[in-house]
């Protein structure tokens, strides 16, 4: 079965220090991946996606991924943290083929951002 | 371009009581979601439509949970009898087709049950 695994709980990070989120999926083949971002109160809204191809995507607001296929993992980077990043980070992994598209979340993680 | 729209944004009931979520998807898009985000969790997929038909319903409580898309476009999800446990954030989801297509997300009904 699909499922996603987001390690880190909850991360505490001084503005302009760099960033990296952990995402592990389990898939049998290659996945759609997708990073979401999640403000207090607000609907998910998209950072990046990995369909196929370079397997360094990057996204809106300076966040780029990395696709690993030997280590599972979909890690979200950003080399200088805002204050405005602070929110619910959110992986997610899609299926190739058959009919459903829907997606596999991990439980989030959280980021605080110090001044 | 319009998002997602949901309604109501903040609901709280008792429990035994009955609740509806309306949805409107960005227009044109075929496939809309309904997600349940319990605190503390990911979303998790209740059910998806392609256009007016049920492509997956696998994990919707169905004794409890309903939901239609009668004309393809807005839907509808809801609540009979709620229980404590459907204390959550309901979130809808549109996207232009199924597999691979990106998901857009509305702001989510936040519903407490009493």
């Known amino acids: 079965a699909q499922s996603v695994t987001q390690p880190d709980i909850h991360i505490t990070v001084s503005e302009g220090a760099s960033l990296e989120l952990r995402c592990n999926y389990s898939y049998g083949a290659t996945p759609y991946l997708f990073w979401y971002v999640q403000s207090p109160g607000q609907g998910l809204q998209l950072l990046l996606k990995y369909f196929s191809g370079d397997t360094l995507v990057q996204g809106i607001k300076g966040f780029e991924a990395e696709f690993k296929r030997s280590q599972s993992s979909f890690n979200l980077r950003k080399p200088s943290v805002h204050w405005s990043d602070a929110a619910e980070y959110f992986c997610a992994v899609g299926a190739h083929g058959g009919s459903q598209g829907n997606l596999i979340f991990g439980k989030g993680t959280k980021l605080s951002v110090k001044p | 371009e319009a998002g997602v729209a949901q309604s109501p944004r903040y609901k709280i009931i008792e429990k035994r009581q009955s609740v509806a979520f309306w949805c409107n998807p960005i227009?044109?898009?075929?496939?809309l979601y309904w997600y349940q985000q319990i605190l503390g969790q990911g979303p998790k997929l209740l059910i998806q439509?392609?256009?007016?038909?049920?492509?997956?319903d696998s994990q919707l409580p169905k004794d409890r949970f309903s939901a239609e898309r009668l004309k393809g476009v807005d839907s509808t999800l809801k609540i009979q009898p709620a229980k404590l446990e459907d204390s959550a954030v309901y979130l809808c989801?549109?996207?232009?087709?199924?597999?691979?297509?990106?998901?857009?997300f509305g702001p989510g009904t936040r519903l407490l049950v009493l």
């Open positions: 227009s044109g898009h075929a496939t």
């Open positions: 439509f392609q256009n007016n038909g049920v492509v997956d």
């Open positions: 989801a549109s996207s232009l087709r199924l597999q691979g297509e990106t998901q857009y």
